[in-house]
Each structure stands twice: as structure tokens, then as C-alpha cells.
């Protein structure tokens, strides 16, 4: 995570703004139904909270900001809706069920075990929320993005539409994929039961 101690501050002033309000929008419509009004989302990798922000007045909800990197929490912007959580994917500081959805927006490959990201995920949401995961294909143009994190030590892995549904799905979050705007995806998922 040392890139994004140097990059937090480019991160909050270049990269944060492409997500727009309309972006931010049409999240929130995909989340909507998952979260009664008051209801608590989880933004898993949120960084800078810039997403959150707009999500939580978008959908008059409390939105977590939970990020392993305290540079990119600092940004995190002060509101009432809003919580920043230092804290790791893989090893979340929340009880079960104590969420009612969740959106890892272009972290999935980030994380470091991404099996026990994905398990806590399904833990901490509950049963029947719902869970977007916005992420790159990591075919075509975008693998010299996958090259470049690569170099610059960054550990996950970038997964294929179908391949990262089917892995969501044997860790309870059973959901769709669709082609988004670019070389991006997302999968809107839901919490099922443990089959185990």
C-alpha cells in the first residue's frame, strides 16, 4: 500500500473527480434497493470517500469509508453521514450483518487476499444485502494497467467478468455482470445463506 501513501493527495485531486455526480447516481440507483432510508453502506477500499460523499446524500444513507491507508482516509471529507475506518479488507473491524450493502469500487484487485476480502464482505453485510463490485477487464488496453501495478508492487490480481462472478459466488455473494462505460465491469450481488 506504499503507492498510495505517496499518491493520496494526486488520488484526491486527479483520480477522485472522474467518478461524477452522474456516476455517482446511477451507483446509487443500483444500490437503492438494498438500503432502506437510513441504512448503513460499506465503501471496502473507499480511499478518499469521494464516491462515499455522494452516495450518502444520494441515497440518505450512513456510509463507512473502510481503507487500509490512513494518507487516503485523510481525505476522507467531514460530514455527517460519513465514517472513515482504518482497516484491511481482509480483516474487517465490524460485527456480522452490520451493513446493509457494500461497494468496492476499482480496489477488488488491490487486496491483498482477495478469498478473505470476499468472505468478509459476505460476513459483514447481511443476509439479502447487496454488493457492487465495480472493477477493470483486465483484457485488451488495460492489461498495460495491470503491467503498470504490477511493477509498482501492488499484489491482487485483476479477474475476468465471469471469472470474478464465479468467485463471488462460491463465497456467498451470488450476483450478475455487465459491461460498463470503457474497459470496466460490475457485479451487483446479493448475500445468500452459507451452503457450506
Not at 133 to 162: C, K, Q, S, Y
Request: proline share 7%; aromatic share 8%.
Amino acid at each position: 500500500m506504499n503507492l498510495f501513501r505517496w499518491a493520496a493527495p494526486v488520488y484526491h485531486h486527479l483520480v477522485d473527480p472522474r467518478r461524477s455526480g452522474e456516476d455517482a447516481a446511477v451507483i446509487a440507483a443500483r444500490l437503492r434497493p438494498y438500503l432502506p432510508p437510513g441504512g448503513h453502506l460499506l465503501d471496502v477500499g473507499g480511499g478518499t470517500g469521494a464516491i462515499a460523499a455522494r452516495l450518502a446524500g444520494a441515497l440518505h444513507a450512513r456510509v463507512t469509508v473502510l481503507d487500509p491507508s490512513p494518507d487516503m482516509l485523510a481525505h476522507v471529507p467531514r460530514h455527517p453521514a460519513l465514517t472513515a475506518v482504518y482497516g484491511a479488507a481482509e480483516d474487517m473491524p465490524f460485527p456480522d450483518a452490520a451493513f446493509d450493502a457494500a461497494l468496492v469500487s476499482d480496489a477488488f484487485h488491490h487486496f491483498r487476499d482477495q478469498d478473505a476480502a470476499a468472505r468478509e464482505i459476505a460476513r459483514v453485510v447481511r443476509l439479502g444485502g447487496g454488493v457492487l463490485v465495480l472493477e477493470m477487464d483486465p483484457n485488451g488496453w488495460t492489461r498495460v494497467v495491470v503491467a503498470a501495478e504490477r511493477l509498482l508492487g501492488e499484489p491482487g490480481r485483476f479477474f475476468a467478468p465471469v471469472e470474478l462472478r464465479a468467485f463471488l459466488a462460491q463465497r456467498r455473494i451470488e450476483g450478475r455482470w455487465q459491461a460498463e462505460a470503457g474497459a470496466s465491469y460490475s457485479i451487483l450481488g446479493t448475500v445468500n445463506r452459507n451452503t457450506e
